[in-house]
């Protein structure tokens, strides 16, 4: 079960779509495969657990769409948006055609295919970062490699084999990864048969990326929180501009087993190693304006205010049973100077599959999924409220991007 709640989703060939429509819809902007946002949404089975994923772009980001324009995406990885490539790995699980697909915009403004990569079979492909336009690496999960591959000719390179970091009794898995200094940053997660991790301590794989090899791994055990990174959220390791300093979001046990929690650390600019005087536990905050404890941050996004947003569980909040579709999300604020965490108020808590954090235009969009809307509300910067909802979605919403 608890794999399932990490990867986001197993893929099952039956689906339901869950329509969200009403009369009271704004007047919809046609959905076109031309368009400024990228937008994933998840449509799964009564179990909660299995389903297809859908992405497509749209022009802006209010009023409602369907799926009758989108792609099919691997189920459990969101699309990545790095600059003008948009590239689409395969299903998490290994339940679709193992390849890689590279997407641009053309002129104007569709989404066209330039090229195409075979992958191994069950890879747990999940995160790419670009070191330079014909330098790229993938993290592969299931086989505890990063492939360093050219973006612009869809070619392999090399393996950089990481399993040799792996702690006893558990594998490596290579998860979401930065690019800083020519230094590839790789989280590492660490877990038992039960996708549980064993030690409380936090890793990280440094790679050269102009030689192509492992240059050491650091670790963190002072703060106690382990798995570094979620490797299907793509910005839960990221390098903030105000201080060069990179962040990563540790997922701990996923709330599942006492005393592995997950949180926030730091590692400053120009260093190679965790910085030993700054983290953030997660399930011992304080939460203002809030009454329950949370157990991690699912998703994180940097706002350019600054500000750390997130949407992060809180188990207490729904005990119905069915892990998939309990109503356990909810928005946060992260002060990452104060390390405070403020909860943002005026949605309902939405389930684990509409996770979805970004911003334009100077409003941060949430993912939301609950008994009233599937889709994207928007928390305004300036007022540091919530507006309302943006766009209505079909399927629970997982990801926006901005696209160039």
Same mark, same amino acid.
């Not at 449509?43 to 022009?59: C, E, H, I, L």
């Not at 260093?271 to 005087?277: G, L, N, S």
């Given at each position: 079960?608890?794999?399932?709640?990490?990867?986001?989703?197993?893929?099952?060939?039956?689906?339901?779509?869950?329509?969200?429509?009403?009369? /009271?819809?704004?007047?919809?902007?046609?959905?076109?495969?031309?368009?400024?946002?990228?937008?994933?949404?998840?449509?799964?089975?009564? /179990?909660?657990?299995?389903?297809?994923?859908?992405?497509?772009?749209?022009?802006?980001?209010?009023?409602?769409?369907?799926?009758?324009?989108?792609?099919?995406?691997?189920?459990?990885?969101?699309?990545?948006?790095?600059?003008?490539?948009?590239?689409?790995?395969?299903?998490?699980?290994?339940?679709?055609?193992?390849?890689?697909?590279?997407?641009?915009?053309?002129?104007?403004?569709?989404?066209?295919?330039?090229?195409?990569?075979?992958?191994?079979?069950?890879?747990?492909?999940?995160?790419?970062?670009?070191?330079?336009?014909?330098?790229?690496?993938?993290?592969?999960?299931?086989?505890?490699?990063?492939?360093?591959?050219?973006?612009?000719?869809?070619?392999?390179?090399?393996?950089?084999?990481?399993?040799?970091?792996?702690?006893?009794?558990?594998?490596?898995?290579?998860?979401?990864?930065?690019?800083?200094?020519?230094?590839?940053?790789?989280?590492?997660?660490?877990?038992?048969?039960?996708?549980?991790?064993?030690?409380?301590?936090?890793?990280?794989?440094?790679?050269?990326?102009?030689?192509?090899?492992?240059?050491?791994?650091?670790?963190?055990?002072?703060?106690?929180?382990?798995?570094?990174?979620?490797?299907?959220?793509?910005?839960?390791?990221?390098?903030?501009?105000?201080?060069?300093?990179?962040?990563?979001?540790?997922?701990?046990?996923?709330?599942?087993?006492?005393?592995?929690?997950?949180?926030?650390?730091?590692?400053?600019?120009?260093?190679?190693?965790?910085?030993?005087?700054?983290?953030?536990?997660?399930?011992?905050?304080?939460?203002?304006?809030?009454?329950?404890?949370?157990?991690?941050?699912?998703?994180?996004?940097?706002?350019?205010?600054?500000?750390?947003?997130?949407?992060?569980?809180?188990?207490?909040? /729904?005990?119905?049973?069915?892990?998939?579709?309990?109503?356990?999300?909810?928005?946060?604020?992260?002060?990452?100077?104060?390390?405070?965490?403020?909860?943002?108020?005026?949605?309902?808590?939405?389930?684990?599959?509409?996770?979805?954090?970004?911003?334009?235009?100077?409003?941060?969009?949430?993912?939301?999924?609950?008994?009233?809307?599937?889709?994207?509300?928007?928390?305004?910067?300036?007022?540091?409220?919530?507006?309302?909802?943006?766009?209505?979605?079909?399927?629970?919403?997982?990801?926006?991007?901005?696209?160039?």
């Amino acid at each position: 079960m608890f794999k399932h709640l990490f990867s986001g989703l197993t893929f099952a060939l039956a689906l339901v779509a869950i329509s969200s429509c009403d009369n /009271d819809t704004p007047n919809n902007p046609t959905p076109s495969a031309a368009g400024s946002f990228l937008i994933t949404t998840n449509v799964v089975n009564a /179990d909660g657990a299995s389903g297809v994923s859908y992405f497509q772009s749209v022009a802006k980001m209010e009023g409602s769409i369907d799926n009758s324009q989108a792609r099919p995406a691997g189920m459990g990885v969101p699309p990545l948006v790095i600059g003008h490539h948009i590239f689409v790995l395969p299903d998490y699980m290994g339940s679709t055609k193992s390849v890689l697909t590279h997407y641009v915009k053309d002129n104007n403004g569709h989404l066209v295919e330039r090229g195409t990569l075979a992958l191994p079979a069950n890879s747990g492909a999940s995160n790419i970062v670009l070191a330079s336009e014909d330098k790229a690496y993938l993290s592969m999960q299931n086989l505890g490699i990063v492939m360093e591959f050219n973006p612009t000719t869809m070619q392999k390179v090399r393996d950089i084999d990481l399993n040799a970091l792996a702690q006893p009794e558990v594998r490596v898995a290579p998860g979401a990864m930065v690019v800083r200094d020519g230094l590839l940053f790789v989280g590492l997660n660490q877990f038992d048969s039960q996708w549980m991790p064993h030690l409380k301590q936090a890793e990280v794989a440094i790679i050269d990326t102009k030689a192509g090899k492992l240059l050491k791994k650091i670790v963190e055990a002072k703060h106690q929180l382990s798995f570094a990174t979620r490797p299907i959220d793509a910005h839960s390791i990221f390098v903030n501009p105000k201080d060069g300093a990179i962040y990563l979001n540790c997922m701990g046990s996923f709330g599942f087993k006492p005393g592995f929690d997950g949180g926030i650390l730091r590692i400053k600019k120009g260093e190679t190693e965790f910085d030993a005087d700054y983290a953030l536990n997660i399930a011992q905050a304080k939460v203002e304006n809030f009454n329950h404890t949370l157990n991690y941050l699912g998703t994180v996004r940097l706002g350019s205010d600054g500000k750390l947003y997130a949407m992060a569980a809180s188990y207490e909040l /729904d005990a119905s049973g069915n892990p998939y579709l309990a109503k356990v999300m909810v928005p946060v604020c992260i002060d990452l100077e104060k390390r405070t965490v403020t909860y943002i108020p005026g949605v309902k808590p939405s389930n684990g599959h509409a996770v979805a954090v970004s911003e334009a235009n100077r409003k941060i969009y949430f993912g939301v999924s609950n008994a009233d809307d599937n889709g994207f509300y928007a928390y305004d910067l300036a007022t540091k409220k919530i507006t309302g909802l943006a766009l209505r979605v079909q399927g629970f919403p997982t990801q926006m991007e901005v696209l160039p």
